[in-house]
């Protein structure tokens, strides 16, 4: 959850003339650089990811269904919350209106909360995937899987609407960002520093935990034989999953630990917090949603293998005319390659079929 550092007297209402800062012009270009670089990141990561998933018949399974839920949600702030905020760098200033400030500091709490709710899924999934594989297909069909990401986006929308009330989405000058004003209520902050970050993060310590035990007894031969193997396979991904999550702790502890301090002993805390940390934990914190789709292609073969496809479908304009590889290769596997003959025979079937023109050999295996 995005927490202020220190109480702001800024009206709910921003006006530029009130949220200017003399700040050195490299300042303001380094923010500025690095968060076009995380909004271009994130929105071409995400799609590949989206995209890998609708293709590859491989990557079309009820973990994934958390995975591009999780993609959406980090979708969501390069769309429209980080380019106002860009706006803002680069006019030293809000100058978009009451609304779009209301917008889009709720859409940053949708995608922030939305993420940790998706990582715990997550987290949750692979836990029963891994731990308790027997009845794993029953409590994750197709069916059930959809119902918990919906519960997961619709749990993310109740926890933010209370923000609405109580007036807390506010602009921040020193972020230049409209975002939570949470200081004004001690009680109210640790609540949502507990419920948004802290429990979501300990029921997948434990999730993973579990999990890494699992599999350290699979590889000492001390797992009771009576409980399913572990493949190599569902190894990498659950360790490509469980660098989501630490990727996530490490970003977004930072600012959601200040917050918690300042909540707990504003008066104190408040003056002994530098304002280059607290500007850096948000933007440390902004720059977790283009790491995600990284770290897929890094760890994940199914993932990489498949943005390499969609890179080259693009870049030769056959992406909507060509179905998936994966899907070509397994038509390839279940039939047999056609034979060329001498006299451009074509033998299909035992029935002869004459071509008077010869057919290049690479169309015959084009995907």
């Given at each position: 959850m995005i927490i202020n550092g220190s109480h702001l007297n800024i009206s709910t209402t921003p006006d530029p003339a009130d949220?200017?800062?003399?700040?050195?012009?490299?300042?303001?270009?380094?923010?500025?650089?690095?968060?076009?670089?995380?909004?271009?990141?994130?929105?071409?990561?995400?799609?590949?990811?989206?995209?890998?998933?609708?293709?590859?018949?491989?990557?079309?399974?009820?973990?994934?269904?958390?995975?591009?839920?999780?993609?959406?949600?980090?979708?969501?702030?390069?769309?429209?919350?980080?380019?106002?905020v860009l706006s803002s760098i680069f006019?030293?200033?809000?100058?978009?209106?009451?609304?779009?400030?209301?917008?889009?500091?709720?859409?940053?709490?949708?995608?922030?909360?939305?993420?940790?709710?998706?990582?715990?899924?997550?987290?949750?999934?692979?836990?029963?995937?891994?731990?308790?594989?027997?009845?794993?297909?029953?409590?994750?069909?197709?069916?059930?899987?959809?119902?918990?990401?919906?519960?997961?986006?619709?749990?993310t929308v109740v926890a933010i609407v209370p923000n609405l009330f109580v007036g807390s989405l506010q602009y921040d000058p020193r972020v230049y960002s409209c975002t939570f004003e949470q200081s004004a209520s001690s009680a109210y902050t640790i609540a949502v520093v507990f419920f948004h970050f802290i429990l979501p993060i300990m029921i997948v310590t434990y999730c993973y935990l579990r999990i890494w035990i699992l599999v350290i007894q699979v590889r000492r031969r001390v797992k009771p034989d009576n409980r399913p193997k572990l493949t190599p396979h569902d190894v990498r991904n659950f360790v490509t999953m469980f660098v989501v999550f630490v990727l996530f702790a490490v970003c977004w502890a930072p600012l959601n630990f200040i917050g918690l301090a300042v909540a707990i002993k504003p008066e104190v805390v408040i003056p002994l917090i530098p304002e280059w940390l607290f500007v850096s934990s948000y933007f440390m914190a902004y720059f977790n949603s283009c790491l995600n789709a990284i770290v897929y292609g890094v760890l994940n073969q199914n993932f990489r293998r498949e943005y390499k496809r969609i890179v080259v479908s693009v870049c030769t304009a056959r992406i909507f005319f060509q179905d998936s590889s994966n899907d070509a290769g397994e038509r390839l596997k279940s039939k047999p390659s056609p034979l060329m003959t001498n006299n451009n025979q074509v033998k299909v079937d035992s029935f002869p079929v004459h071509f008077t023109n010869p057919i290049p050999h690479c169309l015959l295996f084009k995907t």
């Open positions: 949220a200017v800062l003399n700040r050195p012009p490299w300042v303001t270009t380094t923010l500025g650089c690095f968060l076009i670089f995380t909004i271009v990141v994130d929105i071409l990561g995400n799609l590949l990811v989206i995209f890998s998933v609708y293709r590859n018949k491989k990557l079309r399974n009820a973990g994934n269904i958390f995975v591009v839920s999780l993609a959406v949600a980090d979708l969501v702030v390069a769309i429209y919350p980080y380019p106002l006019h030293n200033g809000w100058s978009l209106g009451y609304m779009h400030c209301q917008i889009s500091g709720f859409l940053m709490g949708i995608s922030v909360i939305g993420s940790i709710f998706n990582i715990t899924g997550i987290a949750i999934n692979r836990y029963c995937y891994i731990c308790h594989s027997l009845k794993y297909d029953k409590l994750y069909s197709d069916k059930n899987s959809i119902c918990y990401v919906l519960l997961i986006w619709a749990l």
